[in-house]
């Protein structure tokens, strides 16, 4: 079962637009959330995190939202640069630094 | 210390043959996960140490998986009698027990069984 879902596997943005990730989970022991970034032979890079205790997290371009009600989340890019052009990946957690169920990825491409 | 470290980078193995791979985490990171991931697919959580205890392994780490984590420093994941299933990206990565802001991962080992 797919306990965290990343329904668009693609998206595709033009430079200096916003870009919205979306993230759909099932568990409700999940109460924390995290998005990477990874490039072609890469490993993830952490990006941003939100716990349920916020619904908004933000850092420099990024920020992250979190809907507990609906189980969904979304990280906003704005601008987009094409640097941002990789692989998002959502993941959640059950506890601060546990065990990290990840979404199967976006892949993202920003056009110049 | 530039980060979690993974060796080999690749590894091509025939079916039925062993492999290891190693994982050098952040020194001061207490806790080492392993992960898989497909093509296609997110990172799958595989099992983890809290220094040298493994203290959760996934349903997916079958008998053929063994990993280690001696004196809570690297950690080595080894796969017996490969299958061509096996075949995937291998992540290691390190977080403090205590940290709640993301692990760091390696860059990987591609294993492919042929």
């Known amino acids: 079962d797919q306990q965290v879902k990343q329904n668009s596997p693609s998206l595709s943005v033009q430079e200096g637009r916003i870009s919205i990730l979306n993230c759909d989970y099932t568990?409700?022991?999940?109460?924390?959330f995290l998005w990477y970034k990874k490039y072609p032979a890469e490993g993830p890079t952490f990006l941003i995190s939100?716990?349920?205790?916020?619904d908004k997290n933000e850092d420099g371009r990024f920020t992250v939202f979190l809907n507990k009600s609906a189980k969904h989340l979304s990280l906003h890019i704005v601008p987009s640069q094409p640097g941002d052009s990789a692989v998002y990946f959502c993941?959640?957690?059950?506890?601060?630094?546990?065990?990290?169920?990840f979404g199967q990825g976006t892949i993202l491409t920003v056009h110049p | 210390d530039t980060g979690v470290s993974q060796n080999p980078r690749h590894k091509i193995t025939k079916r039925g043959q062993n492999v290891t791979f190693r994982c050098d985490p952040i020194s001061e990171h207490n806790r080492l996960y392993w992960y898989r991931q497909t093509l296609g697919q997110g990172p799958e959580f595989l099992t983890y140490f809290q220094n040298e205890a493994q203290l959760e392994k996934s349903r997916l780490l079958s008998d053929r998986f063994s990993a280690e984590r001696p004196k809570g420093s690297f950690s080595t994941l080894e796969i017996q009698r490969t299958e061509q299933g096996d075949s995937a990206m291998y992540l290691c990565?390190?977080?403090?027990?205590?940290?709640?802001?993301?692990?760091?991962f390696g860059s990987g080992t591609r294993l492919t069984v042929v």
């Open positions: 568990n409700s022991m999940f109460d924390y």
């Open positions: 939100i716990s349920s205790i916020k």
């Open positions: 990565a390190s977080s403090l027990a205590t940290a709640f802001g993301g692990y760091t």
């Open positions: 993941a959640a957690s059950d506890t601060s630094y546990g065990k990290l169920t």
